[in-house]
């Protein structure tokens, strides 16, 4: 457990200081470029941004310890062989697993009310720039439940956290507009800026589309991959025109309870709760929302 939560063994720990240089680049490259046609950055929208990264630190922390005691369970009682964690494809075999179980979690916050309710602060900014990227949402509760079958199949939890840093860590680079489409076999395999460019649009052709987090290949293989074809809208198609950071990070849970509130049989109640983002029985119109058409 020390060496879980020691921030020396986490690999985000030794890239934030690439972080903040890259957004020093970016932000200097936006200023002296001839940059009209990127969104850039706007102070409140980057210090918002900055906070919630700042307090996904603390509640990541809390998601360890919680989730390493369900992931070690089943890991020692249940999981039928333990991998050999010294060999090199073993960490292939975790990173590319762990990524497959990010897509369908990413998804699933897309597509179930509940989830898009932690999930839509990420989405709350209507600027991409490598600031967004640190928009991380406090309630990572998914994840666990999309991870399990990684210690059921032998792999060591605390492999998973490095993994899942990993890929954190390649997800940074993907949240600007200064890089353009790159090589098509990269495009092709890879999750890339022009990608996820696409996946932060409020646009009705891009919404939940490219959940990836390192290969878009499962967006090919699953039905939801979108190429960008022209500049997207960002932010959420019900904008909460707000930089409050508690109620960016919870006003959409305090919208379903009242939903839930409202309905009059348990019937609706579920699908307040269940159904898809922006669709409840009796909802506010107002509410951030960010759903296929």
Not at 176 to 199: A, D, M, Q, W, Y
Not at 204 to 218: F, Q, R, T
Request: with cysteine.
């Amino acid at each position: 457990m020390d060496d879980l939560l020691d921030p020396l063994q986490n690999p985000v720990t030794y890239a934030i200081p690439f972080f903040l240089l890259a957004l020093g680049i970016e932000i200097a490259a936006l200023a002296w470029g001839d940059h009209k046609d990127k969104t850039g950055y706007e102070f409140k929208d980057a210090r918002a941004s900055l906070s919630m990264g700042v307090g996904s630190i603390l509640f990541l922390t809390l998601f360890k310890i919680a989730s390493f005691f369900l992931f070690s369970a089943v890991y020692v009682w249940i999981a039928p062989w333990h991998l050999d964690t010294g060999t090199w494809w073993y960490w292939v075999g975790v990173l590319v697993g762990l990524d497959f179980f990010y897509y369908w979690n990413h998804r699933f916050v897309h597509r179930v009310n509940i989830g898009w309710a932690a999930h839509q602060s990420h989405h709350s900014s209507e600027y991409m720039n490598l600031g967004t990227a640190l928009r991380q949402k406090w309630n990572p509760w998914s994840e666990a439940i999309f991870w399990l079958p990684l210690p059921l199949l032998g792999f060591a939890p605390w492999t998973l956290y490095v993994s899942f840093g990993f890929n954190l860590i390649y997800q940074f680079w993907i949240h600007t507009e200064l890089i353009g489409k790159l090589p098509r076999p990269i495009e092709f395999i890879f999750n890339t800026p022009s990608h996820h460019r696409v996946h932060h649009g409020s646009d009705p052709e891009y919404l939940d589309k490219n959940y990836a987090g390192i290969l878009i290949i499962w967006d090919r293989m699953f039905g939801s991959f979108q190429p960008e074809r022209q500049r997207p809208t960002y932010g959420l198609t019900k904008p909460v025109n707000t930089y409050n950071v508690l109620t960016l990070e919870y006003g959409a849970y305090r919208q379903i309870y009242r939903d839930v509130r409202s309905a009059t049989n348990w019937r609706d109640r579920l699908h307040c709760i269940f159904g898809p983002p922006g669709r409840q029985a009796m909802g506010d119109p107002n509410q951030p929302q960010k759903t296929s058409p």
